[in-house]
């Protein structure tokens, strides 16, 4: 989570900002520091980062970026792999060119 969050360049206010549930910015915080978290508190943040990244992305960059899941995000999740590639790189690219 914390190795994404700075791919995409969002501190714990962005996330926080962007939710319109009632994230916190100790559940972030405790997401990005690998604590361990619920089921629902991983879907949250996992929401809440998909809508920040979203807000950010121009229209034809919406049309390519692939949502991620919570068991793409925690090691601890049920379903998740090490070997998986993040289908977004190149959106992460050129984000970070702005």
């Known amino acids: ?6 791919e995409w360049g969002f501190t714990n206010h962005d ?7 009632q994230l916190n910015h100790k559940q ?4 990005r520091k690998g604590r ?8 949250k943040v996992t929401r809440a980062l998909n809508i920040a990244i979203w807000n950010c992305l121009n229209k ?14 925690f090691d601890y999740a049920k379903g998740y792999q090490t070997d998986r590639v993040d ?3 190149a959106l992460k690219e050129s984000i ?3």
């Open 1 to 6: 989570m914390e190795r994404l969050m700075e």
């Open 15 to 21: 996330l926080v900002e962007a939710s319109p549930e």
């Open 28 to 31: 972030v915080q405790k997401a």
């Open 36 to 43: 361990q978290l619920t089921l629902h508190s991983m879907q």
């Open 60 to 73: 034809d960059q919406k049309e390519s970026f692939f949502e991620y899941h919570h068991h793409w995000l």
């Open 87 to 89: 289908p977004n790189d």
């Open 96 to 98: 970070r060119l702005r």
